[in-house]
């Protein structure tokens, strides 16, 4: 059961260019989603989060847009760098068990940025 | 990745043998949790740790696994006998208290059996 879905693996983009990652969930208990970059041997780093009471949180360079109707989430980049590439990961929480907030992950899409 | 660490970062072990995996929250940070990577897959949720206390362990498998989180000391997770279906990155997170949200993970532990 796939609770949450980033359903492109991979995603290349042009340096300077817009990158958009996208997240659908299932679970309408879900209250807050993040986002996380990951590059090879690493551990994720957080990037952003919104809360579902909110539809956009912007950070910088990264966009995080959020529509609890469609259950979707997505994450903009602009410009686009180099850097950028890696895997990024979607992640949602909810309250659970002593409220545990253990985190919901995508399988990740391989975003490649070509200079 | 903000100050959790987890050694050792690599480990091989035979078939049958125990896996020892330890993990030290980021400064502050009462709160561990583990998280299991298999190869090409997202982060599976495992447990949930406070100081002396498992909150949350709904993805632990129920045999060979195990995890504590002492008063002093790291969180470790054990796995005894392990087997090939074993080998994966294992990531720890830490978060600063039940009103935060943002999880902080440490490098993980790459186990391989052989």
């Given at each position: 059961d796939q609770q949450v879905k980033q359903n492109s693996p991979s995603l290349s983009v042009q340096e300077g260019r817009i990158s958009i990652l996208n997240c659908d969930y299932?679970?309408?208990?879900?209250d807050y989603f993040l986002w996380y970059k990951k590059y090879p041997a690493e551990g994720p780093t957080f990037l952003i989060s919104i809360s579902s009471i909110k539809d956009k949180n912007e950070d910088g360079r990264f966009t995080v847009f959020l529509n609890k109707s469609a259950k979707h989430l997505s994450l903009h980049i602009?410009?686009?760098?180099?850097?950028?590439s890696a895997v990024y990961f979607c992640a949602a929480s909810g309250r659970g068990?002593?409220?545990?907030?253990k985190l919901v992950f995508g399988q990740g899409t391989r975003l490649t940025i070509n200079p | 990745n903000a100050g959790v660490m987890q050694n050792p970062r690599h480990l091989v072990r035979r078939r049958g043998q125990e896996a020892r995996l330890r993990c030290s929250p980021m400064k502050g940070h009462s709160h561990v949790y583990w998280y299991r990577q298999l190869p090409e897959e997202g982060l599976k949720f495992m447990v949930y740790l406070q100081k002396e206390n498992?909150?949350?362990?709904?993805?632990?498998?129920?045999?060979r696994f195990s995890a504590e989180f002492p008063k002093e000391g790291p969180s470790i997770l054990r796995i005894q006998q392990?087997?090939?279906?074993?080998?994966a990155a294992y990531f720890c997170a830490s978060l600063a208290?039940?009103?935060?949200y943002e999880q902080y993970f440490g490098p993980g532990t790459r186990l391989t059996v052989t």
């Open positions: 299932t679970n309408s208990m879900f602009v410009p686009s760098q180099p850097g950028d068990i002593q409220g545990a907030q | 498992i909150i949350d362990e709904s993805g632990m498998p129920k045999e392990v087997v090939r279906g074993d080998s208290g039940p009103s935060s």
